[in-house]
């Protein structure tokens, strides 16, 4: 039997994307269609069947399915997740309540922080005590323990978290609390704070250790139902999960710990950027994810996304630092924002034009989809200025309907505001774009950039349509759009490296490292990553080692690569050059290390994305389209399945494929690269 196919999956708000790559035949082909929120598995099976069909591909040719949900996200927003239980140090069952004890916006005296998973009547202290040192001061009180676990199964609890003071430095009392819960209470999930974030920090590890136990029954349900489903298909591959940080992980692996997954769709994305910036040699390029209900920006440097290993879930406030769950995860560095095709515009109460966050979602959808959607979003107002073909979106598969869009935007937005239905669709991109390029600003400026530097990869079913634009706002000369730009998450699943991210707290002064011990922490996280990667592991092992370091009296810290012989020295020069890098200057003192990490990888995969050119005349004929800046101007409408590579155009130009499209203005010059990428030059 010869497997050779992968399916990548992407579940998102208002779409399902998928790619199958079958590197025998030389076979890249995508797949859209909309989400069955209700029910995610419809849409996946219906999807892949779909795509099974169309590519004469046996389901037991598949080799694997490599999938992204937000399902975790969805269930903590929603809070719709398991009844849990927390058991800690006695005299600590408060941790989850205190937080850090500081309010997020000093300047706002209502302001109220993220609800705890975790209710106070549910924390229960238990007696034991491990010291700062790892030293045990007072055994574990195992009638108390089962005491209190005995008191929160009466409660209802569906899983228990267990977060002791400094596990971190010594497990042995959170693994006996499992062991005893599991001989009392067989078939109730543990999480244990001491595997999901062994790290300092309490509150953090306490709130990533809840979080766990919230989603774990849900997820394990979903990822059961979902291989049950691919092998009522015929696929028996294995199932891989995308993870926050942006490698793949095993089925097994996200179900012991699915808080890794909270970012999982999105980071797929910024992988994808990355691997097309790297097929082109562009140095430093800003992911721009675009779909139907949210925008994600970030930035690719080196050929790399930039990742960042502290996390805040559920804002009660996106942008306010604080106001969230804090979760200690490797996760892509990016910026999320609710503006996407879906998001519904419409006055406020003062008579300003607001777009988003709430989205029509794929149910009912944008008016333009015939659903049963009454209020106008951004896809709608894109219409109605002519950037898509009501015929041919979707591959003319969902024909939209222009004149329902209209009386939408007429009646919603145009009448309240005095301004004509084309006058109420210009406006709500502008307010859309202006919103996205406010985020990308303030996303760069927290790491030193200008925007101007970078070019830009569009993808995403939007994506490519307010590339112009955003590129505009931000004094960017250079957009990107992939081919297949509309399921590029699904592609980032397919080239994303299997990884298995580890870290281990050991304070120490830079001066005073145990080196010895710490080879053997090293060797430790290498063995428990190298065992999860092993069913797959016929390539070696990349290790990257690193450690958060600060200066000895601060509070953050700086994540510094280590060398594979590293000593003090070394270690002190490679902390202040990041220093520098991070902040413009280095300070005199000591510094001292806080978290010790490893990440463990496989190679990923090179995927191509272009497709031979399809015989015939490019050109699909003329059409009115507004630009952001200019009136209407007659553009060419170009079929990008036909263009051949090395071609050269001008704008105005539009140009449609299945799964998206995105159009230029006058002042852009246009060259269709070698696998029919589009590289856009764009003109003052």
């Known amino acids: 039997m010869s497997r050779t196919a992968r399916i990548g999956v992407d579940v998102g708000g208002t779409f399902t994307d998928l790619l199958l790559h079958d590197p025998v035949r030389g076979l890249t082909w995508p797949g859209k269609l909309p989400t069955t929120p209700h029910a995610p598995n419809e849409a996946i099976t219906a999807g892949i069947a779909r795509l099974l069909a169309e590519t004469a591909t046996p389901a037991r040719d598949v080799a694997g399915v490599v999938h992204g949900t937000t399902l975790v996200t969805n269930t903590l927003l929603e809070r719709t997740g398991a009844v849990v239980g927390l058991l800690t140090t006695e005299g600590f069952r408060d941790v989850l309540e205190m937080a850090r004890e500081i309010r997020f916006d000093t300047t706002d005296l209502l302001a109220r922080p993220a609800r705890p998973l975790v209710p106070r009547h549910r924390c ?93 029954p849900l997820l394990t349900r979903y990822l059961d139902s979902l291989r049950d489903d691919l092998l009522a298909m015929g696929i028996e591959a294995p199932l891989r999960v995308m993870l926050s940080g942006g490698g793949v992980t095993t089925s097994a692996d996200a179900k012991a710990f699915p808080f890794r997954l909270l970012e999982s769709g999105p980071a ?56 969230g769950l804090p979760v200690r995860l490797t996760v892509v560095d990016m910026i999320e924002i609710g503006s996407g095709g879906g998001s519904i515009a419409a006055p406020d109460p003062l008579g300003l034009l607001k777009v988003g966050p709430r989205s029509a979602g794929s149910v009912p959808g944008p008016v333009a989809y015939g659903r049963g959607g009454e209020r106008p979003t951004v896809t709608d107002a894109d219409l109605v200025l002519g950037h898509l073909d009501p015929a041919a979106f979707l591959g003319g598969e969902m024909r939209l309907r222009t004149a329902e869009a209209r009386k939408a935007l007429d009646r919603e937005v145009a009448e309240p505001l005095g301004l004509d239905a084309v006058g109420a669709a210009s406006g709500i991109v502008e307010v859309a774009t202006a919103g996205m390029a406010a985020a990308a600003r303030m996303h760069l400026s927290e790491q030193g950039r200008d925007p101007a530097g970078f070019a830009l990869v569009a993808f995403g079913g939007a994506g490519p349509v307010h590339a112009y634009g955003l590129a505009k706002q931000l004094k960017i000369t250079r957009i990107v759009v992939p081919m297949r730009a509309g399921v590029m998450s699904a592609y980032g699943f397919l080239v994303a490296p299997p990884t298995v991210d580890q870290a281990r707290s050991l304070p120490s002064a830079v001066t005073e490292v145990d080196w010895e011990r710490v080879t053997a922490l090293y060797d430790e996280m290498a063995e428990r990553a190298t065992a999860v990667l092993a069913p797959e592991a016929t390539e070696v092992v990349r290790l990257r080692r690193s450690a958060d370091v600060r200066y000895l009296g601060q509070g953050a810290t700086v994540e510094v690569e280590l060398p594979d012989a590293a000593d003090a020295s070394l270690l002190q020069g490679a902390f202040e050059e990041t220093y520098r890098a991070t902040f413009g200057r280095s300070l005199d003192g000591p510094a001292e290390v806080v978290t010790w990490r490893l990440s463990a990888q496989l190679p990923g995969h090179d995927i191509p994305l272009g497709c031979e050119p399809v015989d015939g005349d490019p050109r699909r004929g003329v059409r009115d389209v507004r630009f952001p800046g200019h009136g209407p101007l007659q553009a060419t409408v170009w079929d990008r399945y036909r263009l051949r590579p090395g071609t050269e155009l001008t704008g105005p130009a539009v140009f449609e494929e299945r799964e998206s499209s995105c159009a230029f203005g006058p002042e852009c010059r246009i060259r269709v690269d070698r696998d029919l990428t589009l590289l856009v030059d764009v003109g003052p």
């Open 268 to 323: 797929a994305g910024t992988i994808a950027a990355a691997a097309v910036a790297r097929r082109l040699g562009e140095p430093d390029v800003l992911s721009f994810d675009m779909g139907g209900t949210t925008a994600k920006i970030a930035v690719v440097s080196g050929g790399g996304a930039r990742r960042r290993h502290d996390f805040e879930a559920g804002r009660v406030d996106k942008f306010k630092p604080g106001s």
């Open 124 to 216: 229960r202290g238990v007696r034991g005590r491990i010291a700062a040192d790892g030293t045990e001061l007072e055994p574990l009180d195992e009638d108390g323990v089962l005491a209190q676990a005995g008191f929160l199964v009466e409660q209802g609890v569906e899983a228990v978290a267990v977060a002791l003071l400094h596990a971190y430095r010594d497990d042995r009392h959170e693994r006996r609390v499992r062991e005893l819960l599991a001989r009392a209470h067989p078939g109730l999930p543990v999480t244990l704070s001491s595997e999901v974030a062994p790290v300092v920090g309490e509150y953090e590890r306490a709130s990533t250790a809840c979080l766990n136990a919230y989603v774990q």
